[in-house]
C-alpha cells in the first residue's frame, strides 16, 4: 500500500467493563490480561488491588482479620474499580457471589463465567498453595462443593466461556467474539 494510500488508525473501543467470574483455577488473570492487550484495554485483577488496599497478601486477610472483612473489602475495592473508564477486570472466585456486588456488575460490566471442570481446577489450584479456602482440607473436595454452591450463581452471568487445557488464545478468542457480537467492543 502506497504511504499516502494508509488506512487510518483504529483503536478498538470498549463501551462496557469486561469482568471475569468463576472459581478458582478457571484461568481468569491469566485470560483477562490477554483479552485486554488483544484489545488495547486496560488489565486490572480485583485481589491485586484488595492486597494493594490493605498492605497485606491475601492469606494474611483471611488470618489475622478473618474472611468476613477480606468480603468487605472485596466489595468495596470492585465498586472503586467499577468506577472507572472500561476495563477488563479479573475477580476472586467469591466476589460474584456476593448479592451487592453481582448486582452492581449486572449494571455495570459484562460478566464472563470461566467454566472449567473439576479436574482441570485440581491441577490449576495444586500449583499454587496460595488460597486460603483449599488450605484446611483436601483441595479436590472443596472445589467440588465450591462448585456445587457457587455454579448455579455464577451460571446468572452474560456470557459462559469453557475453560479447558487448550492454547489461552481459545478463550481469548471465544470471550473477543461474544463482545463484539453484543455491541460491547467497537474494533
Ligand atoms: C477466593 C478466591 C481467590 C481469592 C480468595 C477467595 C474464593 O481468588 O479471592 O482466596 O472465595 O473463591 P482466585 O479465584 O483468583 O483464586
Known sequence: MAKDEQAPEFRAELKKHVVLVGLMGAGKSAIGRRVATAIDARFLDADTEIERAAGMKIPDIFETRGEAEFRDG??????????????????????????????????????????????????????????????????REILARLMESRYPIYAEADVEVFSRDEPHEVSVNAIIKHLKDRGDLIL
Do not use: Q
Open 74 to 139: 472485596e466489595r468495596r475495592v470492585i465498586a472503586r474499580l467499577l468506577e472507572k473508564a472500561p476495563l477488563v477486570l479479573a475477580t476472586g472466585g467469591g466476589a460474584f457471589i456476593d448479592d451487592e456486588t453481582r448486582a452492581l456488575l449486572a449494571e455495570k460490566a459484562t460478566t464472563i463465567w470461566m467454566r472449567a471442570d473439576l479436574d482441570v481446577l485440581v491441577r490449576r489450584c495444586g500449583r499454587r498453595s496460595s488460597r486460603p479456602l483449599l488450605k484446611n482440607g483436601n483441595p
